[in-house]
């Protein structure tokens, strides 16, 4: 590699910049890389789901959007035992159910 590693921080990454090898701090996380300076690094939240948010980007959300095959809602509150169902664009629950369910087609069922 024909360098030195003198003052790179712990968890560093050499790359190539220009012609001179240099070092990124210390990354923690997925490492991310941009084809034009230096790697950086990806993180999330615990508890989210990941999703690429872009070609080169994995992001974290706490919901999947409906575009995604989700509600597009977190299920906070929700009683349970209780259903999810559309209600125009909105995603909302029932109460906690017992017995049979039936649905009449333009609302909650």
């Known amino acids: 590699m024909n360098a030195t590693n003198a003052g790179a921080a712990p968890g560093a990454l050499f790359y190539m910049a220009g012609s001179s090898i240099v ?38 959300t706490p919901y999947v959007a409906l575009l995604n095959g989700g509600m597009n809602a977190t299920n906070t509150g929700a009683a349970p035992g209780a259903l999810f169902y559309m209600a125009g664009s909105s995603v909302l629950a029932t109460p906690a159910l ?12």
């Open 23 to 60: 070092a990124t701090s210390a990354l923690t996380g997925v490492l991310k890389g941009n084809n034009t300076g230096a790697p950086s690094a990806m993180t999330g939240s615990p508890g989210y789901i990941a999703y690429w948010s872009d070609n080169y980007t994995i992001a974290p």
């Open 98 to 109: 017992t017995g049979v369910l039936k649905g009449n087609g333009t609302s909650a069922p």
